[in-house]
């Protein structure tokens, strides 16, 4: 474990403990553990060809639920542990709102699909739509505007369904020590707070 404060020279390797230390937990209910989730996700958008940012974001899209209070079943007891804020605000002082955008609206994505893409609520697992219940269900109109006045928000549709598709039970992939060379090129200089959610108005 990581003892040191926490710097650019060592961030990368705090969260490969992270994964080491929470990654074998039980990811809500589904077939797949916490990190074997990430890795697939990030296996989705590698194929996919995404950019580095979203291959990251995809691999470190849940890591608030290793960095947050609340209990890793939160969200299957019907509390919303608000997993994607605590991820993002953990990630921003080391990458950029490409990577940490994503992450905070992953959740946000979920419920944007299932008001405007009329087949996406039969792909989600069943953990994904208890946990929709949690989340605040399907956007209305007011919402949708206002998450598409976010200039990552396409990046974070498709990091969501890069997230639905990891949940493949018994698929060896990738380990997230793999991609250290990736994430450690995309860490940033200077400190860089979450960006707040801009309305469409703003
Ligand atoms: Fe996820």
Not at 34 to 45: D, F, G, L
Not at 122 to 139: E, T
Request: net charge negative; hydrophobic share 40%.
């Amino acid at each position: 474990m990581v003892t040191e404060s926490l710097g650019k020279h060592n961030i990368v390797e705090f969260i490969f403990d992270l994964f080491s230390r929470r990654g074998a937990e039980e990811y809500m209910g589904e077939s797949v553990s916490m990190a074997q989730h990430m890795e697939q996700s990030a296996a989705c958008a590698a194929a996919d060809e995404a950019a580095d940012s979203l291959v990251a974001a995809a691999l470190l899209h849940d890591i608030g639920h290793f960095v947050g209070d609340f209990p890793i079943d939160a969200l299957e007891k019907g509390v919303d542990n608000l997993h994607e804020e605590a991820g993002c605000q953990f990630l921003a002082p080391w990458f950029p709102p490409s990577v940490t955008e994503p992450i905070r609206l992953h959740v946000a994505a979920k419920r944007y699909l299932c008001k405007t893409d009329e087949g996406y609520f039969d792909r989600l697992s069943a953990a994904s739509v208890n946990s929709l219940r949690v989340q605040g269900g399907p956007m209305n109109a007011d919402e949708v505007k206002q998450f598409e006045a976010n200039p990552y928000y396409r990046d974070a549709v498709k990091a969501r369904l890069y997230d639905d598709d990891g949940k493949v039970a018994g698929l060896t992939i990738k380990p997230v020590r793999e991609y250290r060379d990736m994430l450690e090129s995309l860490l940033i200089d200077q400190a860089n707070d979450c960006l707040t959610y801009t309305g469409a108005d703003s």
